[in-house]
């Protein structure tokens, strides 16, 4: 019935020769509550209604089933009423969280006589290729200089201080302004000897916003960007709910292992100790490397 594809579940119905009603479901997420996705409805490739909602609940799903119908015309209509196209909007959310989950994972069989490869930095020793790091320290340590440092380094320094892997990098700067991040790139880059545009890193001026409001825009670099580095100031900045909270901790790794798979997060530490990052002690079981910068600087 439904397909996968990257970007979500789609099912097809057709209600009429060559009329087909398309349901279509997007960002799909298992919180607490329940499944919750964006679920949209059209009809010759033409949205007729969307929403994001818990797909559990019947009343939401009526709402939605309803606005689409209406739209239909009479014509249509006739031939397909609404308890039909309740129905099928209830089939779809039913079928969604099955089709998501079991497509996306496959299962593997290692061969242990197959020599490994080895480990891959794109920063050594810091950031490791399709893994996450999380740099802490106190505020006011000099964290986001270390950060745009090592972006500038991956990203076209001539002469990096350490060995790196060059790629492109995304700043997401979610705490000072654009002038702010733009003058300490040029203090950084005299440094490193650095000229122009001779460099592959770009920036995400954002300040103000949230991790989790960025989402769209970070998939969309992604695509265009398959080997970027991401370098997040700060995951303070997340969107997702406190910071003390395992599920915001969970959902904020999980964003980025699945929109960026190499990323390095700046951190901050707590009032009572500095040897950890602030915050659900899964931040420490997400990351692959945690570096404190007052210590690795």
């Keep these: 019935m439904p397909q996968v594809s990257s970007e979500g579940v789609i099912w097809d119905r057709e209600i009429l020769p060559g009329n087909n009603l398309t349901f279509l479901a997007k960002d799909i997420r298992r919180e607490h509550t329940g499944v919750h996705a964006n679920i949209g409805i059209l009809f010759r490739s033409y949205l007729l209604a969307f929403d994001v909602f818990n797909i559990g609940r019947n ?36 079928a969604v969280p099955r089709a998501w989950e079991e497509s996306r994972w496959e299962l593997d069989t290692y061969d242990v006589d197959q020599p490994l490869e080895p480990l891959r930095f794109v920063l050594r020793p810091y950031i490791l290729h399709g893994a996450g790091t999380i740099m802490f320290a106190p505020p006011g340590s000099g964290k986001s200089y270390m950060a745009m440092f090592m972006a500038l380094s991956i990203g076209g320094a001539p002469r990096p ?49 949230s991790l989790q409001g960025l989402n769209r825009r970070l998939q969309a670099y992604r695509r265009d960007m398959p080997d970027a580095v991401a ?17 915001t901790a969970n959902r904020l790794v999980d ?43």
């Excluded at 303070?236 to 395992?246: M, Q, V, W, Y």
């Design 255 to 297: 964003m980025l292992n699945g929109t960026f798979g190499t990323w390095l997060g700046i951190g901050h530490t707590s009032r009572a100790s500095d040897d950890h990052v602030y915050g659900s002690i899964h931040f420490d079981a997400g990351e692959d490397i945690g570096s404190s910068s007052a210590r690795s600087g």
């Design 59 to 94: 009343e939401e799903r009526q709402r939605l089933s309803k606005s689409a119908w209406s739209l239909l015309g009479k014509d249509i209509a006739a031939v397909y009423d609404f308890q039909t196209c309740k129905h099928d909007l209830d089939a779809f959310c039913l």
């Design 231 to 247: 370098v997040v100031d700060s995951i303070s900045r997340a969107g997702f709910g406190s910071l003390t909270e395992d599920e």
């Design 161 to 209: 201080p350490w060995h790196v892997e060059p790629r492109p990098v995304l700043y997401i700067n979610l705490e000072r302004s654009g002038e702010s991040m733009r003058r300490r790139f040029h203090m950084l880059a005299a440094v490193l000897g650095v000229r122009g545009r001779d460099h592959r890193v770009q920036f995400l001026n954002a300040r103000g916003a």
